[in-house]
């Protein structure tokens, strides 16, 4: 597991593991300046991987790729201002790749059960972020998993918000920079306040 925990606003409660792992998992992905891609290489994923307590070994060109589709779709999923046909056709396309990835539901107690990987390899990799996800799901704690709503930003982070209404991953950075940007649109257009003196 990585030890970075997910940034929190406000001092909320911080992200249940399995979600914490599924964040910097998504975390990954090339996003504005200096975040390359954690899955470009066999030698990037096994140091991401590695990082999230996932352990594969080597990772093949199709392996690759297979997790690079899994990170997109749960990107779409997370992004919560993305339209209501876009998220059902990502949660139809997890299903499909769920159920090539072998998995067993294992039964710990009257209230509590979870889906652990069954295969090896990638498999066993891709399990356990359907675990993960499926746990997540279960709990309720994945419609707390969100993206920043600054564009060069886009960091997937842990809404701990009672209203689950917290739109940046950082309002001191991403939401400073979005009202500045904003500010500056409606400048440009003739539409923005003037200031008072």
């Known amino acids: 597991m990585t030890s970075k925990r997910a940034e929190q606003r406000d001092g909320g409660s911080p992200p249940p593991l399995e979600v914490e792992r599924l964040i910097g998992f998504l975390n990954s992905r090339p996003r504005g300046d200096g975040h390359p891609d954690g899955l470009r290489s066999d030698e990037s994923a096994g ?51 769920a159920a090539g990835v072998p998995t067993v539901v294992r039964f710990c107690s009257d209230v509590e059960s979870d889906v652990r990987p069954a295969g090896e390899g990638l498999n066993a990799i891709l399990g356990a972020l359907i675990g993960d996800l499926h746990q997540a799901v279960s709990s309720g704690s994945w419609r707390r998993v969100r993206l920043c709503a600054y564009e060069p930003c886009s960091s997937a982070f842990f809404d701990a918000t009672r209203s689950r209404t917290q739109r940046w991953h950082s309002y001191e950075v991403c939401g400073n920079r979005s009202n500045v940007a904003a500010y500056r649109r409606r400048a440009a257009t003739g539409s923005a306040p003037r200031p008072t003196r």
Request: proline share 2%.
């Open 47 to 97: 140091a991401l991987l590695s990082g999230l307590g996932l352990d594969c070994g080597s990772v093949d060109p199709t392996g690759l790729e297979r997790l690079r589709r899994f990170r997109d779709l749960l990107a779409v999923l997370a992004d919560r201002e993305g339209g209501d046909g876009v998220r059902a056709a990502a949660w139809h396309a997890v299903n499909e790749i």
